[in-house]
């Protein structure tokens, strides 16, 4: 079946078939083992406070949780393109997202939410993009948690085209697409937030947490509602981590741009686990190939939550 992504335009092959392959979330045991031998007192991390040194003088340090200038940037703040930081999400080496409480979840939302408000103080920026990318398969460089905001001084295509067809899809039907029952599967949900399952998703067992309040941005929430999103954020990753031993994910934030008030969009964080999606036809077609279907990823998911 080809069906094309709402929000991304993208075509989605499902190619339901290969679900009699074996799908399993295990890693080999060889590359686990790597894993673990790996720098397990922090030897040498760079994001350990032991090791402060080795990072620039942090723009946001509470013992906790600490924001420095990515020392390799990809976005050069010299050339006035913008910032690229690095959040440090915990001082144990040792500690996973995935075990962090709901409380740390919430703080560090609020501080996400502090650093996105000053970055949008920048006259010349434009477009902030807070990620995660969690594990080497997800892109990550350091094993010590970590997170990373991009602020950019243009609103990047993707975002301008959600923006337009969110637009369309209001004016056409009357309705929030974020509210659309068409749209979404809805696996759990609390008074704020939805964790739901895109019935276009792009990537095997994708899931995202869409809000049911009118948000454009993460620094709209109250401290209550950044409780509740945390909350969402931590249900769905002990989710992948029932399923999966360590995986390795993505976690999207997606903020509207600057000065945009548009309701038709809405603030929304998507969830990918990292099951080899982009491969050799993705990058040279722009298409995509999900191998489980939203139906099959329900019920899985709810077996689990
Ligand atoms: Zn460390």
């Known amino acids: 079946m080809l069906i094309k992504n709402f929000l991304t335009g993208t075509p989605v092959y499902y190619a339901e078939e290969r679900l009699r392959r074996p799908i399993s979330f295990e890693k080999s045991s060889r590359k686990k083992n790597d894993e673990t031998s790996e720098s397990d007192d922090g030897e040498g991390c760079p994001f350990c406070p032991k090791n402060a040194y080795m990072t620039p003088t942090p723009i946001f340090d509470n013992g906790t949780i600490k924001i420095v200038p990515n020392l390799y940037p990809f976005i050069s703040e010299k050339e006035g393109l913008g910032f690229h930081d690095v959040v440090i999400d915990t001082p144990l080496h040792n500690e996973r997202f995935a075990e962090f409480s709901q409380e740390h979840i919430q703080m560090l939302l609020e501080v996400l939410a502090e650093r996105f408000l000053q970055l949008e103080g920048y006259e010349h920026i434009k477009y902030i993009q807070i990620f995660k990318n969690n594990g080497l398969g997800a892109g990550a460089s350091q094993a010590h948690s970590h997170w990373q905001i991009g602020a950019q001084n243009f609103v990047p295509p993707k975002i301008c085209y959600m923006?337009?067809?969110?637009?369309?899809?209001?004016?056409?039907?009357?309705?929030?697409?974020?509210?659309?029952?068409?749209?979404?599967?809805?696996?759990?949900?609390?008074?704020?937030?939805?964790?739901?399952?895109?019935?276009?998703?792009?990537?095997?067992?994708?899931?995202?947490?869409?809000?049911?309040?009118?948000?454009?941005?993460?620094?709209?929430?109250s401290r209550e509602e950044l409780g509740l999103l945390g909350e969402a954020l931590k249900k769905q990753i002990s989710v992948y981590e029932a399923y999966d031993d360590r995986p390795d994910y993505n976690i999207c934030v997606y903020n509207a741009p600057k000065g945009c008030s548009d309701s038709s969009f809405r603030f929304f964080i998507q969830l990918i686990p990292r099951k080899g999606n982009m491969a050799g036809f993705e990058f040279s077609s722009g298409c995509y190939i999900n191998s489980v279907s939203p139906e099959a990823c329900e019920k899985i998911m709810k077996g689990l939550l």
């Not at 899809?169 to 509210?179: A, C, L, Q, V």
């Not at 979404?184 to 899931?207: H, R």
Request: with cysteine.
């Open 163 to 221: 923006l337009d067809v969110l637009k369309e899809y209001s004016e056409k039907t009357g309705e929030n697409y974020f509210d659309s029952k068409k749209a979404f599967i809805t696996l759990w949900e609390n008074s704020c937030f939805a964790l739901v399952i895109p019935t276009d998703s792009m990537f095997t067992y994708e899931t995202h947490i869409i809000t049911k309040k009118s948000r454009q941005r993460l620094s709209e929430f």
